[in-house]
């Protein structure tokens, strides 16, 4: 009678268990080790027991490299996967994005009031409706802007006129500073031309009129008397 098929299932006996799982994993190493031999082929096998022992074989010098070279696989698989996923995501996105700005461009030749002749009446009441309601925020937004900067243009006046009050001020004071100045200069300088003089000097002079007539001929008759009285002759100064 042939060996009846083992049903696929943990098994509960815990040295069955042992004993089937070391019976295998030998199994396993050998058909590993078989197929790289035979087949030429790069093998390797990694197990963990349930307490988290290690069982490897490798056909290789270092199972570090065949698991770079597995990894290299993986993830060029993934990226030409992730490439074709991106490219076809990319062209749809591309074709959406071109119909939208086929519409747009097709909404501004009808705002500009171009192809119009496609448009029924619902349509271009629809068109006017959108170009009153545009006129009407640019309108809008142009007020806003003429009462901004009209505000701007008061602001700059009242500090403009608070400047020019501030130094028309400082400008006062020192107009009257150098005023003070310039005045007591001048004094100074007329107290400074202006000599002391004692007050004798204005008393008056006290004439002795009993002084004999002699001294009060002019001198001019003395000289006279004396050059006429010495020669005879008038000197020709005198003529």
């Known amino acids: 009678m042939g060996r009846g098929r083992v049903e696929l299932k943990r098994i509960e006996n815990k040295i069955n268990r042992q004993v089937t799982f070391a019976k295998r994993r030998n199994g396993l190493l050998k058909k590993a080790y078989e197929l790289s031999v035979l087949c030429d082929a790069e093998v390797a096998l990694i197990i963990f027991s349930n307490r988290g022992k290690l069982y490897e074989f490798c056909s290789s010098s270092s199972i570090s490299k065949t698991l770079e070279r597995y990894h290299r696989c993986s993830y060029s698989n993934l990226e030409a996967g992730q490439s074709s996923t991106d490219s076809q995501n990319s062209y749809q996105e591309y074709t959406k994005l071109k119909a939208r700005v086929e519409v747009l461009q097709q909404s501004q030749r009808h705002i500009l009031g171009e192809d119009l002749g496609q448009l029924n009446i619902k349509e271009l009441?629809?068109?006017?409706?959108?170009?009153?309601?545009?006129?009407?925020?640019?309108?809008?937004?142009?007020?806003?802007?003429?009462?901004?900067?009209?505000?701007?243009?008061?602001?700059?006046?009242?500090?403009?006129?608070?400047?020019?009050?501030?130094?028309?001020?400082?400008?006062?004071?020192?107009?009257?500073?150098?005023?003070?100045?310039?005045?007591?200069?001048?004094?100074?300088?007329?107290?400074?031309?202006?000599?002391?003089?004692?007050?004798?000097?204005?008393?008056?002079?006290?004439?002795?009129?009993?002084?004999?007539?002699?001294?009060?001929?002019?001198?001019?008759?003395?000289?006279?008397?004396?050059?006429?009285?010495?020669?005879?002759?008038?000197?020709g100064w005198m003529l």
């Open 125 to 235: 009441e629809q068109l006017e409706r959108q170009l009153d309601s545009s006129l009407r925020q640019i309108r809008s937004r142009r007020t806003q802007n003429m009462l901004d900067q009209l505000s701007d243009l008061q602001q700059k006046e009242q500090s403009l006129l608070e400047i020019n009050r501030s130094l028309k001020i400082k400008l006062d004071e020192n107009y009257v500073a150098n005023q003070t100045h310039w005045d007591t200069g001048e004094q100074n300088i007329q107290f400074r031309h202006q000599p002391a003089q004692p007050q004798e000097f204005f008393q008056p002079l006290q004439c002795n009129n009993t002084m004999p007539n002699r001294y009060n001929q002019a001198p001019w008759d003395n000289i006279e008397q004396s050059t006429q009285n010495a020669t005879g002759v008038l000197p």
